[in-house]
């Protein structure tokens, strides 16, 4: 009766150690995915981060460089087709000629 409650009892330990070591790869391999997706999430975070700082960066050179055209656009004078008003029919402006001779249209 000894011999047996002494296996027993080895037994018990060996499958108690079997168990913890069973329980010791698992909680590795739980941290190993744990890190694993830890670090994607991470990488896609810094993907995302930079994805949208270049992002901002082209649209903010397309916003500039519209808001610049549309200024020089602005900045440019009209060049009138002809020098009569299309609606009255009035000259809009006198020749250099007619002014210096002091003379009205």
Known sequence: KRAAAGRR???DLLEDGRQRHVAHHAVKHVRGELKDLMMGMV???SYEQTLLTT???LLAGDINSSIGVLKRVK???LAPRNAVCSDCGRRLWQSSVTAAAGRSP
């Open 9 to 11: 009892v080895a037994e």
């Open 43 to 45: 990488e896609t975070y």
């Open 55 to 57: 992002t901002n960066r």
């Open 75 to 77: 900045e440019r004078g």
